[in-house]
């Protein structure tokens, strides 16, 4: 039975509470909305947002000296299915003063943190950047890279209309300056 908008639904294995791994059978995510945004200078939130999460979450440990870093203690989790569905992101692209939606493709993802299980923000890392590149593709299929190109060479054409008017009208008034000094000469 689908969820109401905006709902998550978890299944959890109650037998694995206690231990480490904990084991969640499901989670589904119905309807989300992302806002994905495009300021003045060009710069995507999303890509902002994935930069930070590659900052602030560090990737699975690279060598054993990493690892003894991080306690014993530390909850692990695996998630056997992730289900995001029905979601739709609004764009707001301040450029070209528009608001813009679209949908966001089913995200279905499984075995979360492999055998062993991961820390929740290691999960939360990798579900992020499905999540953020999925957003991503789907603001592109808007043609909003095309638009803000489109917008940019309007703006070129206009500037370079003013610079050859301001241009055009210098020329006029240095050619009646000229025409004048000329008079002057002959004495007219």
Known sequence: MPLPWGQIQTKIDIKTITQSPVVIDEIVVAAPQMFFEINNEAKANFNVLKDNIN?????????????????????????RRLLIQDGKVEAT??????????????IELHNLGGKGGSTPAEIARQVLAVVVDRTRAAVSELGIEQQLKDAADQR??????????RADEQVEV?????????????GQ
């Open 55 to 79: 900052r602030a979450i560090p990737a699975k440990p690279a060598s054993k000296q990493t690892e003894t870093k991080t306690p014993e203690t530390e909850i692990k989790i695996i998630i």
């Open 93 to 106: 692209v301040i450029p070209l003063d528009k608001q813009l939606s679209t949908r966001l493709s089913r």
């Open 156 to 165: 070129i054409a206009e500037e370079k209309a003013k610079l050859k008017s």
């Open 174 to 186: 240095e050619k009646q300056k000229a025409e004048d000094k000329l008079k002057k000469l002959l």
